[in-house]
């Protein structure tokens, strides 16, 4: 529970607050109706439904903040009970209403022990009111011997049945209550866990973009940049040589249309690793077969691929082993000078306990040294997307050995949207 005084507006169990005021009413309308055969003082009716009025009055708003508030809130409760209970015991016959209501309102604003301490309380109130009464009853003219012994034990049977049904009854609410209350703090927090949740999703998704955008950026200021950089200066030297130099000049130009099929291919680049769902439409053979293609037709090299999937792939893993084939191509494409690839993606037969996923890609390219390569962004990036699925990430590569990545990815069952 919050430390905000409930209200009508914020009760957590509004039912709970109506129940409260048609029990209170019921229990003014009791002291209204005739009684054959009154004991013991008249009373106060005037006395009683000011104490009632008080007390429903108070269930208007609950204290939950400081206990000392609480304890002074419940004596205050207690207090009106009883008067209400001594000015009217002639004809306030429903008084262990008061009692319940008594109870429900502890459960709102104590935590276990109090609840605990005021039901004790409320119990042995009613065993005193209830002791009370059957003297009162008693103490009237004495009947005959033998009607006095039977009266006697009618009397405290009827006291006996009482007090165990009361029992029962605060027993029963206060179980109720505590397990609307616990249900209500478990919705609330996994309300709480839900929204933090998202706000971690949003966090992450908005962290992946950024990165994703830095990298692109970075890939086009490193390469695309250079390549019209490089463009431009062979068309100034074209130009310069033109009359002076034709062979020379076609030769530059010749280079500057080069120069303007690479930076061509790398704006492809970009824009397919831009593209929000590269697989949308596509299985995973058909989008990782148009991969091979372009990166045959941009290296002119024709790799090797085998592809045998028995299991079916969620789309969010899919999605994460096409941008690590993606990444690895591009990086061979950009750096290894390789003349040939091996691509290799399948899982076990379907079944397999606990299958994975493997994925090999190497090439006999130049490779390079990981001890200053392994923070690269294209690396990272490879191996984060593969331990997001509890997967395992390696790469194996030496100066003039070519590079071998690797990837085991664990098999889930995917999710039908």
């Known amino acids: 529970m919050s430390d905000r005084a409930i209200t009508p507006r914020t009760h957590p169990f509004p039912f709970l607050l109506y129940l409260e005021w048609v029990m209170l009413a019921i229990t003014l309308i009791s002291q209204i109706l005739p009684i054959p055969r009154p004991f013991g003082p008249e009373g106060s009716p005037l006395t009683v439904t000011v104490s009632v009025v008080l007390f429903g009055l108070m269930g208007l708003r609950l204290p939950t903040g400081k206990p000392i508030y609480k304890a002074g809130y419940t004596a205050v409760q207690v207090a009106l009970v009883l008067v209400a209970t001594i000015a009217g015991v002639q004809r306030l016959r429903l008084f262990p209403l008061f009692y319940l209501v008594l109870v429900f309102r502890s459960c709102l604003i104590f935590r276990m022990r109090g609840r605990l301490i005021i039901t004790a309380l409320t119990f042995l109130l009613f065993l005193s009111v209830l002791i009370y009464r059957i003297r009162m009853f008693t103490a009237q003219g004495p009947p005959p011997p033998r009607a006095e012994m039977r009266l006697g034990r009618q009397v405290i049977g009827l006291g006996v049945n009482s007090l165990l049904l009361f029992g029962l009854v605060l027993l029963l609410v206060l179980l109720l209550v505590n397990a609307l209350i616990a249900e209500r703090e478990s919705r609330d927090k996994l309300a709480q866990a839900n929204t933090q949740l998202r706000r971690y999703a949003l966090r992450a998704e908005n962290l992946a973009m950024e990165q994703e955008r830095n990298r692109i950026a970075r890939d086009i200021h490193d390469s695309l940049g250079h390549s019209l950089t490089a463009l431009n200066l062979q068309i100034e030297g ?152 509890g997967g395992e990430f390696a790469i194996a590569s030496a100066p003039g050995q070519g590079c071998h990545v690797q990837a085991r990815i664990p098999l889930m069952p995917p999710v039908i949207n």
Not at 352 to 357: D, F, G, R, V, Y
């Open 238 to 389: 074209a130009l310069k040589l033109w009359e002076i130099n034709p062979t020379q000049s076609h030769t530059f130009l010749a280079e500057a249309k080069r120069l303007g099929s690479m930076a061509l291919q790398e704006v492809r680049q970009s824009v397919a690793a831009m593209r929000t769902n590269p697989l949308q439409d596509k299985s995973m053979d058909e989008a990782i077969a148009l991969l091979l293609q372009d990166f045959q037709h941009t290296t002119q090299i024709t790799p090797s691929c085998t592809i045998l999937l028995h299991h079916p792939l969620a789309p969010d893993l899919m999605t994460a082993v096409y941008r690590v084939v993606q990444e690895a191509l591009t990086n061979i494409c950009k750096y290894a000078e390789a003349t040939t690839v091996v691509l290799v993606l399948q899982t076990p037969p379907a079944s397999t306990e606990a299958p994975h996923l493997e994925l090999s890609i190497r090439d006999n390219g130049q490779g390079f040294d990981l001890s200053q390569n392994q923070t690269g962004f294209g690396i990272q990036g490879m191996r984060e997307r593969v331990l997001a699925f």
